[in-house]
């Protein structure tokens, strides 16, 4: 069993930047593949960013390429997500995501994911 807990998120105007963590509990966090996803009022969750075992092994949605980084600390059960040149349209609850995988992979589909955490609330203004 993990259990994910998110902070980092708050208010931002637009062009700024935030990073959010995601601390996990529980043993073997070097063999999940981590996400980020997302979700807006009114809009289903979409995926933002994830990563496998490797800090190289990384898949980002369009949206947010070249603007958002996403990177592990498995000496710290931690996964980030930094986020810099703030969009109005960034706006969302954040959300982080795990599943244990037999391999270094990654995925983008929300349902593939087993635990979720709570979510942290981004802002921009613009």
Same mark, same amino acid.
Request: glycine share 10%; aromatic share 14%.
């Given at each position: 069993q993990v259990q994910l807990v998110e902070s980092g998120g708050g208010l931002v105007q637009a062009g700024g930047? @935030?990073? @959010?963590?995601c601390a996990a509990s529980g043993r073997a966090f070097s063999s999940?593949? $981590?996400?980020?996803?997302? %979700?807006?009022?009114?809009k289903e969750r979409e995926f933002v960013a994830a990563i496998g075992w490797s800090a190289g092994n990384t898949y980002y949605a369009d949206s947010v390429k070249g603007r958002f980084t996403i990177s592990r600390d &498995?000496?710290? &059960?931690?996964?980030? @997500? %930094? $986020?810099?040149s703030l969009k109005p349209e960034d706006t969302a609850v954040y959300y982080c995501a795990a599943r244990?995988?037999?391999?270094?992979?990654?995925y983008y589909t929300a349902q593939l994911y087993n635990y979720w955490g709570q979510g942290t609330q981004v802002t921009v203004s613009s």
């Amino acid at each position: 069993q993990v259990q994910l807990v998110e902070s980092g998120g708050g208010l931002v105007q637009a062009g700024g930047s @935030l990073r @959010l963590s995601c601390a996990a509990s529980g043993r073997a966090f070097s063999s999940y593949v $981590m996400g980020w996803f997302r %979700q807006a009022p009114g809009k289903e969750r979409e995926f933002v960013a994830a990563i496998g075992w490797s800090a190289g092994n990384t898949y980002y949605a369009d949206s947010v390429k070249g603007r958002f980084t996403i990177s592990r600390d &498995n000496a710290k &059960n931690t996964v980030y @997500l %930094q $986020m810099n040149s703030l969009k109005p349209e960034d706006t969302a609850v954040y959300y982080c995501a795990a599943r244990r995988t037999p391999a270094d992979i990654y995925y983008y589909t929300a349902q593939l994911y087993n635990y979720w955490g709570q979510g942290t609330q981004v802002t921009v203004s613009s």
